[in-house]
Nanobody, 119 residues
């Protein structure tokens, strides 16, 4: 089992920055990918960004490329999603997720954290 606990989020004005964190515990050695997703009211959950757990490799959705950055503190098993130049359309509940080596899809999810960008 892998447990994911998120923190951060909140309310920010358009153009501002915010950082959300995701700390993994449990069988972290089984993690292959760590990802971030978001879901806005009335919309489907969408991919935001992801990073491999070991050999560092990242990719981002086109909508956030150049504005959002994933980083990791290996000692703390914590991933960070730094969000800059935020837009009102970035408003959503943000979820971190983990995909283990035994799975073909993300199989562990955090509880979600609200990010609200005011215009």
């Amino acid at each position: 089992q892998v447990q994911l606990v998120e923190s951060g989020g909140g309310l920010v004005q358009a153009g501002g920055s915010l950082r959300v964190s995701c700390t993994a515990s449990g069988r972290t050695f089984s993690i292959y990918l760590m990802g971030w997703f978001r879901q806005a009211p009335g919309k489907e959950r969408e991919f935001v960004a992801q990073a491999t757990w070991n050999a560092w490799s990242t990719n981002y959705a086109d909508s956030v490329k150049g504005r959002f950055t994933i980083s990791r503190d290996n000692a703390k098993n914590t991933d960070y999603l730094q969000m800059n130049r935020l837009k009102p359309e970035d408003t959503a509940v943000y979820y971190c997720a983990a995909r283990t080596t035994s799975s073909s899809e993300y199989n562990y999810w955090g509880q979600g954290t609200q990010v609200t960008v005011s215009s």
